[in-house]
């Protein structure tokens, strides 16, 4: 699950002009860039963990821009609606993406129900973002977090994504099936890739890398971030969503 800071952690070298265009967000610290979307070609996923049962919800993002595709993980929160992180909505160039398939529910990368994005919308506290599709996604969706309490420090939690499978090139290894890892939250009051409140987590048995942007941290069954960044060895960080629920409820109506 980790990707280049700002940058959509893809395949650096597949895709030559890549490295460049994602630096636009490179305003990340070294140590932890963004976990960002991967251009086509790339081929991301948890680096370790394990493969995982898809509980639904969670949503594969394709955009497409100048030639590329952007890779992230996301999640379904309502029939319609689909919780990512913020930086995942922007190619190579800084503009927004406005083409972007979603496959909802399945274990594989481009399998279960898809869907095209109708509009888009970003949070300006932090790292999270809402995609409204133009047709049904589903009906099973993520309990989203309602206060900040439902992320402790030292609790066991749960990511998912189908980012890079290794630290180097990960563009070119990115899972075709969706992969899990445990993680131990480290500290609830962190910042993400954009200030926002964030939720920082040790990884020991799996690194969140390119692709997994986006995707869910789940404690107790309830998705209580966004995958934001990471330092594809030892730490990440997800965007809140307990601090963004007022937002998401109000864009949303979920």
């Given at each position: 699950m980790r990707e280049n800071p700002g940058r959509f952690v893809r395949a650096a070298a597949?895709?030559?002009g890549s490295c460049a265009a994602f630096a636009t967000l490179a305003a990340a610290p070294a140590s932890a860039a963004p976990v960002t979307p991967l251009p086509p070609d790339a081929q991301p996923s948890i680096i370790g963990g394990s493969t995982a049962q898809n509980p639904g919800y969670i949503t594969?993002?394709?955009g497409h821009a100048n030639g590329y595709t952007f890779f992230c993980t996301s999640t379904l929160i309502g029939t319609r609606w689909v919780l990512t992180a913020k930086h995942?909505?922007?190619d190579n160039n800084g503009r927004?993406?406005?083409d972007i398939d979603l496959y909802i529910g399945s274990n594989s990368a481009s399998g279960g129900v898809h869907a095209k994005a109708a509009s888009t919308y970003v949070y300006s506290g932090g790292d999270l973002a809402l995609i409204k599709l133009n047709t049904d996604g589903g009906s099973t969706f993520a309990r989203l977090a309602t206060s900040s309490s439902d992320a402790t420090e030292g609790d066991a939690a749960r990511v998912y994504g189908w980012?890079?499978?290794?630290s180097t090139d990960e563009g070119s290894h990115q899972s075709s099936v969706l992969k899990q890892a445990s993680v131990e939250i480290s500290d609830t009051g962190a910042s993400d890739y954009f200030g926002g409140p964030a939720i920082e987590a040790?990884?020991?048995n799996g690194?969140?890398?390119g692709g997994d942007s986006g995707g869910p941290m789940l404690d107790g069954g309830v998705q209580v971030g966004v995958c934001s960044t990471s330092d594809r060895s030892s730490t990440?960080?997800?965007?809140?969503?307990a601090a963004g629920r007022s937002w998401i409820r109000q864009v949303s109506g979920v």
């Amino acid at each position: 699950m980790r990707e280049n800071p700002g940058r959509f952690v893809r395949a650096a070298a597949v895709l030559a002009g890549s490295c460049a265009a994602f630096a636009t967000l490179a305003a990340a610290p070294a140590s932890a860039a963004p976990v960002t979307p991967l251009p086509p070609d790339a081929q991301p996923s948890i680096i370790g963990g394990s493969t995982a049962q898809n509980p639904g919800y969670i949503t594969r993002f394709n955009g497409h821009a100048n030639g590329y595709t952007f890779f992230c993980t996301s999640t379904l929160i309502g029939t319609r609606w689909v919780l990512t992180a913020k930086h995942c909505m922007y190619d190579n160039n800084g503009r927004r993406l406005s083409d972007i398939d979603l496959y909802i529910g399945s274990n594989s990368a481009s399998g279960g129900v898809h869907a095209k994005a109708a509009s888009t919308y970003v949070y300006s506290g932090g790292d999270l973002a809402l995609i409204k599709l133009n047709t049904d996604g589903g009906s099973t969706f993520a309990r989203l977090a309602t206060s900040s309490s439902d992320a402790t420090e030292g609790d066991a939690a749960r990511v998912y994504g189908w980012g890079a499978t290794q630290s180097t090139d990960e563009g070119s290894h990115q899972s075709s099936v969706l992969k899990q890892a445990s993680v131990e939250i480290s500290d609830t009051g962190a910042s993400d890739y954009f200030g926002g409140p964030a939720i920082e987590a040790y990884t020991p048995n799996g690194a969140v890398a390119g692709g997994d942007s986006g995707g869910p941290m789940l404690d107790g069954g309830v998705q209580v971030g966004v995958c934001s960044t990471s330092d594809r060895s030892s730490t990440t960080t997800y965007g809140s969503v307990a601090a963004g629920r007022s937002w998401i409820r109000q864009v949303s109506g979920v």
